[in-house]
T-cell receptor
Framework: AQKVTQAQTEISVVEKEDVTLDCVYE???????LFWYKQPPSGELVFLIR??????QNEISGRYSWNFQKSTSSFNFTITASQVVDSAVYFC???????????????FGKGTLLTVNP | EPEVTQTPSHQVTQMGQEVILRCVPI?????FYWYRQILGQKVEFLVS????????KSEIFDDQFSVERPDGSNFTLKIRSTKLEDSAMYFC????????????FGQGTRLTVV
């Protein structure tokens, strides 16, 4: 079975602060994919990033960066210089070859509600 | 940019009524999914669909649920006799292939059972 844990239920920061959202996963698969999705107050799920299990390079996209560490089964997400528009629920998700089923279904964490105050 | 579209955006129904939630996946995608999110909780897998048949379903997806791809473009989720606990946001997602691609989600249908 696969599992995603986002231990931080809610985080509140002031604009321009940096913030890191934690994600720890469990899987028995050797091939798997990790994702982050953003859910703004309007409710839709917006894809942010996909990372496969063989690629441990960290990635930066503008103010967003991701730190994948296989040794600790973590895939953390950092927002630099946060803005009010970053306020949303952020979900980490996992999709694995065997425990994800033949169609690689996504297993989501419970999400972290990020509130960025002006 | 192509997107997954869902209709309606919000549906209110009486307990015991049948509802059909509709989705139009991205046109060259082959894998389709329904997920559910009860208010304030995590997103949960319901069912996956490939090659015109269900490939996997969760324990949530009982006999009250069914899916169809009636015309090659739409992908529907039917709940035969709704219960109060079916109230949730329902997301449709599609994927071009399972390896190396992400699932794109629709904007969701908020179902309220009264």
């Amino acid at each position: 079975a696969q599992k995603v844990t986002q231990a931080q239920t809610e985080i509140s920061v002031v604009e321009k602060e940096d913030v890191t959202l934690d994600c720890v996963y469990e899987t028995r698969d050797t091939t798997y994919y990790l994702f982050w999705y953003k859910q703004p107050p309007s409710g839709e799920l917006v894809f942010l990033i996909r990372r496969n299990s063989f690629d441990e390079q960290n990635e930066i996209s503008g103010r967003y960066s991701w730190n994948f560490q296989k040794s600790t089964s973590s895939f953390n997400f950092t927002i630099t210089a946060s803005q009010v528009v970053d306020s949303a629920v952020y979900f980490c998700a996992l999709s694995g070859k065997n425990s994800g089923g033949s169609n690689y279904k996504l297993t989501f964490g419970k999400g972290t509600l990020l509130t960025v105050n002006p | 940019e192509p997107e997954v579209t869902q209709t309606p955006s919000h549906q209110v129904t009486q307990m015991g009524q049948e509802v059909i939630l509709r989705c139009v996946p991205i046109s060259n995608h082959l894998y389709f999914y329904w997920y559910r999110q009860i208010l304030g909780q995590k997103v949960e897998f319901l069912v996956s669909f490939y090659n015109n048949e269900i490939s996997e379903k969760s324990e949530i997806f009982d006999d009250q649920f069914s899916v169809e791809r009636p015309d090659g473009s739409n992908f529907t989720l039917k709940i035969r006799s709704t219960k109060l606990e079916d109230s949730a946001m329902y997301f449709c997602a599609s994927r071009r292939q399972v390896l190396g691609t992400e699932a794109f989600f629709g904007q969701g249908t908020r179902l309220t059972v009264v």
